[in-house]
């Protein structure tokens, strides 16, 4: 069966420090792995990972995938209070012939204390 | 940027009743939309994926009589949740794969609060 799991489910730091997200998938016919934060509503897009070793960035947010490990992290460094949030991985994929999937991993609650 | 308008944003019914959620592509052809469930502190199920013009597929244990999803035109898909239950409470989003080749993403609706008393 397809799958995506985060790790860990849940995160409390403190302000300045340093914290990796982690997502592993099994699927079959990856297409991408996405990264999205979500605070009260709908999530918003962080980054999209379709090749190996290949780091993404943006501000103090940084991604890579690992397609050998079928993982990716997502690293925050300087953690702010506003960084907290629950930040989901999605894999796409395709299946059952054409049907084109995005699945949800569990999600990572992030807590940022001052 | 691509734009999925969803509505309602927040909805409270009685048990028994009926509620619709529309999602609206505002500036492009969405021929496929997903819906997603999510509970509190948890994440997004997809419950079906909704494709213009033809019938929607639903995943394993999503009651396709219970959650009617209509995608008429290539900027309007609308869901429906019948004979609401309380346990039907929950925030239902949905969202829109943009863009084709290499270069795609997915928006999502900003979500609907379905409150069912």
């Known amino acids: 069966e397809d799958k995506v799991v985060q790790s860990p489910l849940s995160l409390v730091v403190h302000e300045g420090d340093t914290v990796t997200l982690n997502c592993s998938y099994e699927?079959?016919?990856?297409?991408?792995l996405l990264w999205y934060k979500q605070e009260k509503k709908a999530p918003t897009f962080l980054f999209m990972l379709?090749?190996?070793?290949i780091e993404k960035k943006s501000g103090r947010l940084s991604s890579i995938l690992d397609k050998k490990e079928l993982s990716s992290i997502l690293n925050i460094t300087a953690t702010q209070t506003g960084d907290s949030a629950i930040y989901l991985c999605a894999v796409h994929y395709i299946s059952s012939g054409s049907a084109r999937q995005l699945t949800f991993g569990s999600g990572t609650q992030l807590t940022v204390l001052p | 940027g691509a734009v999925v308008s969803q509505h309602p944003s927040r909805v409270i019914c009685k048990s028994g009743t009926s509620v619709k959620i529309e999602c609206r592509s505002l500036?492009?052809?969405?021929?496929?939309m997903f819906w997603y469930r999510q509970f509190p502190k948890q994440s997004l199920m997809l419950m079906a994926t909704?494709?213009?013009?033809?019938?929607?597929?639903?995943e394993q244990g999503v009651e396709k009589d219970k959650f009617l999803i209509n995608h008429a035109s290539l900027t309007l898909s609308t869901l429906t949740v019948t004979s609401a239950h309380p346990e039907d409470s929950s925030f239902y989003i949905c969202s829109a794969r943009v863009g084709e080749g290499p270069n795609y993403g997915y928006t999502f609706g900003s979500g609907t609060r379905l409150t069912v008393v």
């Open positions: 909704s494709n213009e013009g033809s019938k929607a597929t639903y």
């Open positions: 379709t090749s190996s070793g």
């Open positions: 500036d492009f052809q969405a021929t496929t």
């Open positions: 699927v079959t016919n990856f297409r991408s």
